[in-house]
Nanobody
Framework: QVQLVESGGGLVQAGGSLRLSCAPS????????MAWFRQAPGKEREFVAA????????YYADSVKGRFTISKDNDKNTVYLQMNSLKPEDTGKYYC?????????????????WGQGTQVTVSS
C-alpha cells in the first residue's frame, strides 16, 4: 500500500507562487506515474497535472498551462507542483495521486493511491 503525504499548501496573494510536494512511501516510486488533482468548494475534483514514470511526458489542464510545472525527483522520492502566477480560481484542496499505469494519466480513475490533500488559498 503506497501512502502519499502532501505538503506546501497555504495562503498566497494573487500573482504569487507556491510549491507543493508529495512524498510517496513506496520505494519503487520511480515506476509510478504521478499526478495532482484539485477540488474547489462545491465542485468536483479535477485534473491539474501528471507526469509519466520515466518523466519524459507531462500533461496539464488548460487552465494551468504555462503557470504550473510538475516534476519528479526519483532520487529524493518526491514529486513537486510548482505553481506560479496564482489566481483566486486556483483555490482548492490539492491531492497527489500515484498510478502503476502509464496511460490515461489525465483521468481520476487511473490512479490507485491518493494523499489526504493540502489546502491552497489564493486571495484577490
Amino acid at each position: 500500500q503506497v501512502q502519499l503525504v502532501e505538503s506546501g499548501g497555504g495562503l498566497v496573494q494573487a500573482g504569487g507562487s507556491l510549491r507543493l510536494s508529495c512524498a510517496p512511501s513506496e520505494r519503487t516510486f520511480s515506476t509510478y506515474a504521478m499526478a495532482w488533482f484539485r477540488q474547489a468548494p462545491g465542485k468536483e475534483r479535477e485534473f491539474v497535472a501528471a507526469i509519466s514514470p520515466n518523466r519524459l511526458n507531462s500533461y496539464y489542464a488548460d487552465s494551468v498551462k504555462g503557470r504550473f510545472t510538475i516534476s519528479k525527483d526519483n532520487d529524493k522520492n518526491t514529486v513537486y507542483l510548482q505553481m506560479n502566477s496564482l489566481k483566486p480560481e486556483d483555490t482548492g484542496k490539492y491531492y497527489c495521486a500515484a498510478s502503476s499505469k502509464n496511460y490515461g494519466l489525465v483521468r481520476e480513475g487511473t490512479y490507485d493511491y491518493w494523499g489526504q490533500g493540502t489546502q491552497v488559498t489564493v486571495s484577490s
